[in-house]
């Protein structure tokens, strides 16, 4: 591998994702990319006694999705990354104890998808691995019992609100499989605006996406309409609006290019989720279903993935804290 520019790292040997599987909820499946997903589950709680038992449940059957679609096991895959929005990445560390892979737990927040891409790309590029899976995934119910409050609650939810994903993506990254290549990634930087309201995520991560993608464009000498898509993981409706300000005031216009995972995968009107979906569950289920169906099919060729998250934790909210984003960015080719 080799540094490109200040922030941007160059895969040589063009690992190459293998298999990939997506599972969503039952709000997710009645929305527009219903078609996409691999698996629908209509029970919020998966058959489970909890909902933290069911988001586990759900990131192991994104995992099996993606190994069947590999034509690969469990024990061809040398080392996992991957986590989740909960209190010491349970869903994931819960997941991945049915299956006997060496796993690196990640928290990114809603990034976490794309960190985990990141790192499986580095494992099989520089010879660490010759097959290694990112998996990540969040569940509606699990979160706002963690970070806001119990459902019970019936609180009123703000404009600029988002809906947390039920759903998980999983990818199999390997020397061999689908013509979907790394071919770069930007680590991020954690940014911090100021923003206090745990209801406006998409203004706290908004800035860091423009950071990363403002970085990347500037180490590859490339432009925002060298790419089929330009993705970003969940900012919704008010967080897309205000990146693409930031960028415009750079002279940077991603606006012909630009697609939100968190506007995707919701009717954002007729389903009542405000600003959009939000989520480590929104950029992994969108990432592995229709936006990896479509590099299959060479219906799209050369996309940049920018998965953001809010860096924060109730305690952190609860002491006055401002919410530090962070995004990070891998660059997807066809071959």
Known sequence: ???????????ENNPLIAGFGSVVGKKESEGPLSQ????????TKLGCETWEQAESKMQSEAIELALER?????????????????????????????????????YGACSTMVQSLIMAGIMVDCNFA???????????????????FPLEYGGQRTPTAQWT????????VAKQGNPICLKHCTIGKVTDMGITDINNMGAAMAPAASDTIKSYLWDTGTLPSDYDLILTGDLGKTGSEL????LLKENTDISERHNDCGMMIYDIERQDVHSGGSGCGCCASVLCSIILEKMCRHELNNILVIATGALMSPTSNQQGESIPGIAHLIHLQTQ
Not at 77 to 99: E, H, K, M, P, W
Not at 130 to 148: G, N, W
Request: glycine share 10%.
């Open 1 to 11: 591998m080799k540094r490109i520019g200040s922030y941007t790292i160059q895969y």
């Open 165 to 172: 994903v039920t759903g998980s993506g999983a990818a199999i």
């Open 36 to 43: 996409w997903f691999h698996k629908k589950e209509i029970d």
């Open 70 to 106: 590999a034509t690969m096991k469990e024990n061809d895959v040398q080392v996992a990354f991957g986590g989740d929005l909960l209190n010491q990445c349970i869903s994931t560390s819960y997941s991945l104890r049915g299956f006997g892979i060496p796993f690196l737990g990640q």
């Open 243 to 246: 990146l693409r300000e930031l």
């Open 130 to 148: 010759d097959i290694a899976l990112a998996v990540t995934s969040s569940h509606f119910c699990s979160a706002e019992r963690q970070y806001r």
